[in-house]
């Protein structure tokens, strides 16, 4: 397509091709004239090109040859008024490194709720060309993935650190505890745990621990963080006192045990 | 002897404030909350949502998609025919901005201006949690005008990646599968 009655003729295009490496691109044109001025568009934004005069006309090629987004363009020439257009398709090189994408929800995952995280597969070039996924024939894909119940942090690529994601431990399924009479300080030391989920991981470090004890008409409320599976709480024994006590979180109890020294 | 102590500790001061003042960065660009988007405000196309996801966008989330889409190809029109990297920054992700910056980053008045008139955005994956859609845009219709007033239209078909960040989706990397003449 050009302008309507041009006094300059046509530019021949030599090495005319229906796809161009962008990079490699070195464009010889037969024409007169010495005033030319070439672009491609790309079918994203016009990348101006250099201009290199000979005695049959001018070659034209990238002023940066570096990688594009492909897709179809249209190589302008332009020159004192006159526009001159070739269609063309703009590849990159073949073995650009592709990067692969993989993006995971939900990032924290707990296994009290579910062990299921949605998947979203795709591959891009470094210049944001989307490639075919390899073996999949398609540009996307998506899966629900089961995730092995272990707590701990994860990476969908493991190269990178934005792809991480999380498996939380689970609330506690039994609450073991025992407490221990110091004679010389006249003291319970009862400790709680190793609290452990269903799937057998360390209930995380924070979980509130209430331990409920009684003495005499009194009912006692003391709430203790877990450390590494453990909460620990001193009570002062009375020699004429039974202590019943019993440790909970949420809705798991532990059964109730019966402290006398 | 108290006058001149006076005189150049005032001078020093004076220094100070204009080596300070040299310093500081001015910049006039406001923030995007009080900005005026005029290319995508006089931007009009028409797109139709199918939704073949697993997932699926509330109502909502299906306005705001259409609204920022268009928002998009309002730059990228703009982009194809000025070459103008900035106006749509806020529309790209970082990755997509550093490569169309990567070549050449002056304003250049390309010959051609694109418009967008149609869509059918079929959604292919929508992340549960709203943020990461991939879709296939399908019969894209693109009319080109050229300084001559002739006029090409095409039909393309388009995969895209679109990345919901800050306030809105931001276009991340696109594959045109076929681009037609009608």
Redesign the interface.
């Known amino acids: 397509m050009g302008c309507s009655k041009p006094s300059t003729p046509k530019p021949v295009w030599v090495n005319m091709a229906d796809s161009l490496i962008f990079s490699d691109a070195m464009l010889t044109f037969k024409t007169v004239g010495k005033k030319w001025n070439a672009t491609i568009i790309s079918f994203v934004q016009p990348l101006p090109l250099s201009v290199i005069y000979n005695d049959t006309g001018f070659t034209a090629k990238p002023e940066k040859p570096d990688g594009i987004i492909e897709g179809p363009a249209q190589i302008c020439l332009t020159t004192e008024g006159e526009i001159f257009y070739y269609p063309v398709y703009l590849i990159n090189k073949k073995g650009i490194p592709v990067i692969d994408k993989d993006y995971r929800s939900p990032k924290t995952v707990n296994p009290d709720s579910s062990l299921m995280q949605q998947r979203m597969i795709h591959s891009i070039d470094s210049f944001r060309n989307l490639v075919y996924l390899s073996g999949k024939s398609e540009y996307f894909f998506e899966e629900e993935i089961a995730l092995a119940p272990k707590a701990g942090t994860y990476r969908a690529i493991q190269k990178e650190s934005l792809t991480s994601f999380y498996m939380q431990p689970g609330s506690a399924v039994t609450i073991p505890f025992n407490a221990i009479y110091d004679k010389k300080q006249s003291r319970y030391t009862v400790t709680a745990g190793p609290l452990k989920d269903r799937y057998n991981n360390t209930v995380a470090d924070g979980t509130r621990v209430n331990f409920m004890y009684s003495l005499g008409d009194e009912t006692y409320r003391t709430e203790v963080s877990l450390l590494k599976g453990f909460a620990e709480l001193m009570i002062e024994a009375d020699p004429f006192t039974k202590i019943e006590l019993q440790a909970i979180i949420n809705n798991t109890s532990s059964k109730q045990i019966n402290l006398t020294p | 002897m108290f006058r001149i102590i006076f005189i150049l500790l005032v001078a020093l001061m004076v220094s100070l404030l204009y080596l300070q003042s040299l310093t500081m960065q001015t910049t006039s660009e406001k923030p995007i909350f009080l900005r005026t988007d005029e290319i995508a405000n006089s931007h009009s196309t028409s797109i139709e949502l199918k939704i073949h ?3 699926q966008p509330v109502e909502s989330e299906q306005e705001t998609l259409k609204k920022d889409y268009s928002n998009i190809w309002a730059h ?1 029109n703009h ?5 103008d ?1 900035e106006t749509g920054k806020e529309y790209y992700t970082e ?2 901005f550093r ?2 910056c ?3 980053i ?1 304003k ?1 008045q ?3 201006i694109r418009n967008d008139l149609q869509h059918s955005l079929h959604i ?2 929508w ?3 709203g ?2 859609c ?1 879709a ?1 845009d399908s019969n894209v219709a693109l009319k080109y005008t ?3 007033s ?1 006029v ?1 239209t095409t039909k393309a078909n388009i ?3 679109l990345l919901y960040q800050g306030d809105h989706w931001r276009i ?5 599968i076929s ?1 037609l003449k009608n």
């Open positions: 996801s697993h997932y990228l982009l194809y025919n000025t070459n990297v990755g997509w490569q169309i990567n070549y050449n002056k250049i390309a010959p051609i292919q994956n992340e549960n949690d943020l990461i991939t296939i050229y300084p001559d002739s090409r995969a895209v990646v991340d990397a696109l594959k045109v681009e």
